[in-house]
Structures are given as structure tokens and as C-alpha cells.
């Protein structure tokens, strides 16, 4: 059982915690976050042109790549996570020109390498998928892709088809850190996608407030929670880590008593 | 790359949008099934004789059409080499090139049933002229513009607004024509049900470098029987500036398949090419995945995305259309940059010798024309397309020329 299936088999929803790598002090804000109960850390891949992030994440992005971050730093901070944490599920999200820049084939080694169990890349659709993710799958990570409010029934085979360690809802069409969809269009979707495959389904983008993770977790397998903390991290900077386990406790807690 | 040389040059994309490995579909899964079924209606409208009838009538009666083909005696002689021959496309109604695209978009967008447009802008040549078509056809338009770009180009920030366009100052990254792309995607992204992107360029997700291309390929083609009919012969040379290119294809795209006809690119270079201060993609660049397509991209050596510089904000991009970087690749086109003094110069050349105001985007290809008409013989003929007119950039070059206004 992979670290990822192992989060996802429990007999409750996840909880996926997602901070950009290099805003701040990456490592003591990730430890919190497992601290705080999170059963799965998503790593995001500062890029210069976030496209689908809203203003929390597209901040982010800017302070760690201003502050010098490099891919090389990026997979150094995964690699002593995983030193650290040796079984919490670890997932880079992100962009495509980083992760292709010195070869599909070279960026799923050296994750690999990093100790990462998932890449989510947001601009490689199905229909561009030939080198990334046959080399994520090469390597022994999973590719999770994105399916969203627009991927209709005829597409979403497509997209399932592929996806591996779990698929990531995205509840809203539109960027990062706004609004939150009605529960109902969330769990409608949630359900027309588990008609389609068995691989569990993370549900983000909006998720802000454990009473809204725990909404969700009663109908996904897993919740995704970014923009919210990403913004502690900017608020409170060597202070965030305390924040980050306060809110990320009562995420999990939410979560957990869901159902 | 040139090994295997195809039979043609003007049938890409292949049905996936890939012009050999450039191009594709790069976007979030959200505007994946917006993308397939604006392809499908460019389709359905490209076997429609109706809509290329009103795209027609619009070009002719509303933009002016055929745009005239104008032989630039004066600057021939200063030049002392080949002939000089200017499309002019900066007498198109809004000054430039982009209402040609902006007509054939906001008929798809009305054919899809869409109610909204919204638009990137650099040099905001095409902001205006999606605020015109926007106000001719009635639909409310937003446009992105980058805050930096909003500095340097305040005159069509102001015939936008008046033309009924919200325009929306772009401040992250450096606020130039890429953010506002950015800003655009988000924007799309979250009002996919309503909104058709009309994007400026040839480039962005497949089919934008293609439809783009074929609405703009209105220059080439009349230029063509244009040329046919003053000289009974073909060009020997085509020259265009380039930022996402699509001027350039617009006015390469119907000669590629003719051999005799030599083709040059050019870039915006800066400061010059040896440090990072140009906006010249495929002389300085490396192919990378950004807005939606595979394409050659200023980018450092982690794949983020460097800031260029040019003096025309309309060149101040980091990627290029596709198909540019295909036809690199293949030897057909041959690329060059011209740096902002280059360009400059050629400004007020024009200005001098043929009582013309050129922007400063047609400012590079008319460098250029100076520096090759003067290697070529008098007999030869050089077609230049003059794609916008100079009045939005008058402050910019007092400014460099160190005059107060």
C-alpha cells in the first residue's frame, strides 16, 4: 500500500493541507501542519505565472520566488520532510514549465528521489499528457488529476483514465481562495465522479473554515484546504507555525467527527 | 530540424492543435471542454459561407478593407537598395492590425451565444479595438491591462473608456502584457458560462493560434494580389515585427508555400540581445509550456518566466505564437531582432521620408527593411507590413528623444 492509499483507506475523510514551498520557514510550517493533524501535504511549486490561483497563493508564489526559491530548493525541502515525516503522503502542485524544464523524465526522478508520492499539475490536460505523466508513472508517483464543475460526462473518462492516488475536485469554476461551492453542486459531482472510477476524491478550491471542510468531508474522501493558510503564513511569518496547527486542528477535527 | 522539408507550409496545426511540438491545448481542466467546443465552432463557422460573408462585409465597410498596398519611394531612395513596399494595415480603422481578428472573434463569440467578452492588452491596440467591436456589436468588454502598460499607453486607456470598455490595471508581476494574460486566464476561468476571451495574438490555447492566424491572414492575402497586380510578381522579401506574431503570420501565412519568397521575424531586442533586457522569445529564448501552448520562452534555467524589456509595449512579451516557433524550427522564416534605438531611428526615418507616424511595433520591421534593402539589389522587392499607426506612442518616444511635451 502506497503512503497515499494509505491515507485515503482510512475509514474517514483526508485531510490535504496545501502551503507554497519557500514562503517562510517551509519546514516548521509543514511540521504543524502534521501536527495539526493533516493526513496529506501538498507542496506547491512557486511559479511566476500562477494562473489559476487567486490573489492568497499568487502572493505566495511571489514572496518565495523574491526570497530566491529554486526547484533545487523546492525538492531539498521535500526530501527533509520526508526525512522528517516518514510516512505522511507528500504531493507537488503546480505548473508545467517548472516541472518540464529539464525533462518530464528528469522532474519525476529527482521528486522521486525527494521522497514525493503525487505531482498535480495544473495546465497538462489529459490531451497533453503524453511525456509528464508517463514519467511520474515511470518513476512511481502519481499523477492526480483535476476534474472540475465543467468536465462533463463525456470528458471525465478521459480524465479519470490516468489519475492516479486520488482525483482533486476542484469545487469552483474559477481560481484559488474565492468563493465556496453550494454543498449541493459538490456533492452531486462528488457522486457523478465515484460513478466513474474507485480512486478516492479530494475536494478544494473555496475551502476556507472547518465548518466547510467538514461540510464537505461528508460527502469527498478527502478535503483540500490552500489559500487560508497560505494567508496565516503571510500574516503572521515566524509566527505562523503556531497558527498553522491551530487552524489545521480544527480542520482535522472537523474532518474527523464528519462523519 | 530542417531534414525532413514537408510538402507544405500552411497546413498546420495538426487536429490537435500541435504545430510539430508547439502548440497543444496547456490549460486547466475547467477551460478544457470551453477550448474543444470553441474549435468545434470555429469549424462549424469556417463551413458556414454566411459567416465568412459577414466577416467580409465587416472588413470591407467597417474596417476599410483592402488596406493599401504603397510603394515607399522616398525611403527607397534614402535606403539606395531594393524596393520598399508597405501593407498598410495602420489605416484600418483603430490604427492596427487587430481589428481584423477582433471582427472575426466577436462573431464566433456571438455565434456561440456568449454575452460577455473580455480581452488582454500591452500596447492597447488591441484593447481598443475589442472596445470597438464590443460597442458595435453591443456586449459589455473587460479588459486587462498591465498597470505599467496603463502608464506608458494612457491615450487608449482613455478610447477604451470611451468606447464603454471597463479597463482593469494589472499590478501583479511587473504589469505588462503577460500579467495581463494572466489576469485574463483567471478572469475566463471563472466565467466560463458567459465570457468569450478574445485573445490579441497568435497564441494561447489551440485554436487561437489558428483562428487568429486565419482572420489576420486577410493582410497576406490581399497583399498578394496586390502585389501581383502593381508589379506582376511576388515579393522577394516580407518583413514584420513580432511580439505573439500575429501580424506577421497574418502577412507570411499565404506566401509560406511560395520558395522565392524570403521571410524575416523581428524581435524586439532591447537594450540589445547579450543582456536580459529584450523581448526576443526565439532569438533568446528556450521552448516551455505558458498561457496555454507550447512555444519558445524567456525563462531561466528553472523554467520561471524572465521579464524582457522593449520600448514598444505592444513587444513586450516573453512567448511568441506556435507557429513562429515551428517555422524557426523549420528553416522557413528566418528571425531577427532590432534593439529600441534600432528601432527609434526607423521612427523617425519613416516620419521623415514618407510622411508616415508608424508605431513603434512596424518601428523594428522597418529597421530592419533599412538594414537588409541596403544588401539587396534595386530591382529587388522588399514588402514590410506597416501594422499600426504611431499617435498612441508619440509620449513614449518624446520621452526617450529627451523632449518636453
Given amino acids: 500500500m502506497t503512503r497515499l492509499s494509505a491515507a485515503f483507506s482510512k475509514s474517514r475523510t483526508a485531510l490535504v493541507c496545501f502551503l507554497t514551498a519557500g514562503d517562510g520557514d517551509t519546514a516548521a510550517n509543514l511540521d504543524a501542519l502534521v501536527e495539526g493533524g493533516a493526513d496529506v501535504i501538498e507542496l506547491g511549486m512557486p511559479f511566476t505565472d500562477p494562473m489559476a490561483d487567486g490573489p492568497a497563493i499568487q502572493k505566495a508564489n511571489i514572496?518565495?520566488?523574491?526570497?530566491?526559491?529554486?526547484?533545487a530548493d523546492v525538492l531539498r525541502i521535500a526530501t527533509e520532510f520526508r526525512g522528517r515525516h516518514p510516512d505522511v503522503p507528500l504531493v507537488l502542485m503546480g505548473y508545467a514549465n517548472p516541472m518540464i524544464r529539464r525533462g518530464p523524465e528528469w522532474f519525476a526522478s529527482a521528486a522521486k528521489d525527494a521522497g514525493v508520492d503525487g505531482v498535480i499539475c495544473v495546465d497538462i490536460p489529459p490531451e497533453e499528457d503524453d511525456a509528464l505523466g508517463p514519467a511520474l508513472r515511470e518513476a512511481g508517483i502519481?499523477?492526480?488529476?483535476?476534474?472540475?464543475?465543467?468536465?462533463?460526462?463525456?470528458?471525465?473518462?478521459?480524465?479519470?483514465?490516468?489519475?492516479?492516488?486520488?482525483?482533486?475536485?476542484?469545487?469552483?469554476?474559477?481560481?484559488?481562495?474565492?468563493?465556496?461551492?453550494?454543498?449541493?453542486?459538490?456533492?452531486?459531482?462528488?457522486?457523478?465522479?465515484?460513478?466513474?472510477?474507485?480512486?478516492?476524491?479530494?475536494?478544494?478550491?473555496?475551502?476556507?473554515?472547518?465548518?466547510?471542510?467538514?461540510?464537505?468531508?461528508?460527502?469527498?474522501?478527502?478535503?483540500?484546504?490552500?489559500?487560508?493558510?497560505?494567508?496565516?503564513?503571510?500574516?503572521?511569518?515566524?509566527?505562523?507555525?503556531?497558527?498553522?496547527?491551530?487552524?489545521?486542528?480544527?480542520?482535522?477535527?472537523?474532518?474527523?467527527?464528519?462523519? | 530540424m530542417t531534414e525532413s522539408k514537408p510538402n507544405t507550409f500552411r497546413n498546420q496545426p495538426d487536429d490537435r492543435g500541435h504545430f510539430g511540438d508547439y502548440g497543444g491545448r496547456y490549460v486547466a481542466e475547467t477551460l478544457m471542454p470551453l477550448v474543444l467546443d470553441l474549435e468545434r465552432e470555429y469549424r462549424a463557422a469556417q463551413a458556414d459561407p454566411a459567416f465568412q460573408a459577414q466577416f467580409d462585409d465587416l472588413l470591407e465597410h467597417y474596417v476599410g478593407r483592402p488596406s493599401p498596398l504603397y510603394f515607399a519611394e522616398r525611403l527607397t531612395e534614402a535606403l539606395g537598395g531594393a524596393q520598399v513596399w508597405f501593407k498598410r494595415d495602420e489605416l484600418n480603422h483603430t490604427g492596427a492590425h487587430k481589428i481584423n481578428n477582433c471582427i472575426g472573434q466577436i462573431l464566433l463569440a456571438m455565434r456561440m451565444g456568449k454575452t460577455r467578452i473580455i480581452a488582454e492588452t500591452g500596447a492597447g491596440q488591441h484593447g481598443v479595438a475589442t472596445a470597438t467591436v464590443c460597442a458595435r456589436f453591443g456586449l459589455p468588454c473587460v479588459i486587462y491591462m498591465g498597470a505599467e502598460d496603463v502608464r506608458r499607453q494612457s491615450p487608449n486607456v482613455f478610447r477604451m473608456k470611451l468606447l464603454g470598455a471597463e479597463v482593469v490595471p494589472v499590478t501583479s508581476g511587473r504589469g505588462t502584457l503577460k500579467d495581463a494574460m494572466n489576469e485574463g486566464l483567471r478572469d475566463w476561468v471563472a466565467n466560463v458560462h458567459d465570457t468569450f476571451y478574445i485573445i490579441g495574438t497568435a497564441a494561447g490555447p489551440h485554436p487561437y493560434p489558428e483562428l487568429v492566424r486565419d482572420f489576420q491572414s486577410v493582410i497576406g492575402k490581399e497583399a498578394r494580389a496586390q502585389m501581383q497586380d502593381r508589379i506582376g510578381r511576388l515579393p522577394d522579401l516580407l518583413v514584420a515585427a513580432i511580439g505573439g506574431g500575429s501580424n506577421a503570420l497574418g502577412l507570411f501565412h499565404p506566401f509560406l508555400d511560395d520558395p522565392d519568397v524570403k521571410m524575416l521575424g523581428?524581435?524586439?531586442?532591447?537594450?540589445?540581445?547579450?543582456?536580459?533586457?529584450?523581448?526576443?522569445?526565439?532569438?533568446?529564448?528556450?521552448?516551455?509550456?505558458?498561457?496555454?501552448?507550447?512555444?519558445?520562452?524567456?525563462?531561466?534555467?528553472?523554467?520561471?518566466?524572465?521579464?524582457?524589456?522593449?520600448?514598444?509595449?505592444?513587444?513586450?512579451?516573453?512567448?511568441?505564437?506556435?507557429?513562429?516557433?515551428?517555422?524557426?524550427?523549420?528553416?522557413?522564416?528566418?528571425?531577427?531582432?532590432?534593439?529600441?534605438?534600432?528601432?527609434?531611428?526607423?521612427?523617425?526615418?519613416?516620419?521623415?521620408?514618407?510622411?508616415?507616424?508608424?508605431?513603434?511595433?512596424?518601428?523594428h520591421a522597418i529597421a530592419a527593411v533599412a538594414k537588409r534593402a541596403k544588401e539587396m539589389p534595386k530591382d529587388s522587392v522588399i514588402l514590410a507590413n506597416l501594422c499600426g499607426r504611431g499617435d498612441k506612442d508619440i509620449f513614449t518616444v518624446a520621452e526617450r528623444l529627451g523632449v518636453e511635451m
Fill in chain 2, 266 to 363: 523581428v524581435e524586439a531586442a532591447g537594450y540589445g540581445l547579450d543582456g536580459d533586457q529584450h523581448a526576443a522569445s526565439l532569438l533568446g529564448g528556450f521552448p516551455g509550456v505558458l498561457h496555454g501552448n507550447k512555444t519558445y520562452l524567456l525563462q531561466d534555467e528553472d523554467g520561471q518566466i524572465t521579464e524582457g524589456h522593449s520600448i514598444s509595449a505592444g513587444l513586450d512579451y516573453p512567448g511568441i505564437g506556435p507557429e513562429h516557433a515551428w517555422l524557426k524550427d523549420m528553416g522557413r522564416v528566418e528571425y531577427t531582432a532590432v534593439t529600441d534605438d534600432e528601432a527609434l531611428d526607423a521612427f523617425q526615418l519613416l516620419c521623415r521620408t514618407e510622411g508616415i507616424i508608424p508605431a513603434l511595433e512596424p518601428s
Fill in chain 1, 142 to 259: 502519481a499523477p492526480i488529476r483535476l476534474a472540475t464543475p465543467t468536465t462533463d460526462d463525456k470528458r471525465l473518462p478521459a480524465v479519470v483514465d490516468g489519475s492516479e492516488g486520488f482525483l482533486y475536485y476542484v469545487a469552483v469554476a474559477g481560481i484559488t481562495g474565492m468563493q465556496q461551492a453550494a454543498i449541493e453542486s459538490i456533492e452531486a459531482n462528488v457522486s457523478r465522479i465515484k460513478r466513474s472510477t474507485d480512486i478516492p476524491v479530494a475536494v478544494g478550491f473555496g475551502v476556507r473554515t472547518p465548518e466547510q471542510a467538514g461540510e464537505i468531508a461528508r460527502v469527498a474522501d478527502g478535503v483540500v484546504v490552500g489559500s487560508a493558510l497560505v494567508e496565516l503564513v503571510a500574516e503572521h511569518g515566524a509566527n505562523a507555525p503556531a497558527k498553522l496547527r491551530e487552524l489545521t486542528s480544527a480542520l482535522s477535527q472537523a474532518v474527523r467527527t464528519a462523519r
Fill in chain 1, 63 to 71: 514572496r518565495s520566488l523574491g526570497a530566491g526559491t529554486t526547484t
